[in-house]
Nanobody
Framework: QVQLVESGGGLVQAGGSLRLSCAAS????????MGWYRQAPGKQRELVAT???????NYADSVKGRFTISRDSAKATVYLQMNSLKPEDTAVYYC????????WGQGTQVTVSS
């Protein structure tokens, strides 16, 4: 079994910053990809950023230059540093772990006020 526990969401004004964390536990293999996705009301879930166990990163165009994904493999934790937040970043953010399938966290709300 794999568990993902997210933290760090909240309410912030436009231009502000937040840092999300996601700790993984259970049967986690050393080679995997972790990432963040988000889902705004009435919209489909979309990729925000991913990072492989080798450190390769991938970002959605909408967050490039503002968000930074990182990981601490020893702690099986992935982080998302979000700067220059915009109201359109408002969504529920989900942590994802991809090994032989996809595992998801419970989601954390991020609200950016204008």
């Amino acid at each position: 079994q794999v568990q993902l526990v997210e933290s760090g969401g909240g309410l912030v004004q436009a231009g502000g910053s937040l840092r999300l964390s996601c700790a993984a536990s259970g049967r986690i293999f050393s080679i995997n990809t972790m990432g963040w996705y988000r889902q705004a009301p009435g919209k489909q879930r979309e990729l925000v950023a991913t990072i492989t166990s080798g450190g390769s990163t991938n970002y959605a165009d909408s967050v490039k230059g503002r968000f930074t994904i990182s990981r601490d493999s020893a702690k099986a934790t992935v982080y998302l540093q979000m700067n220059s937040l915009k109201p359109e970043d408002t969504a529920v953010y989900y942590c994802n772990l991809r090994i032989f399938g996809d595992y998801w966290g419970q989601g954390t709300q991020v609200t950016v006020s204008s």
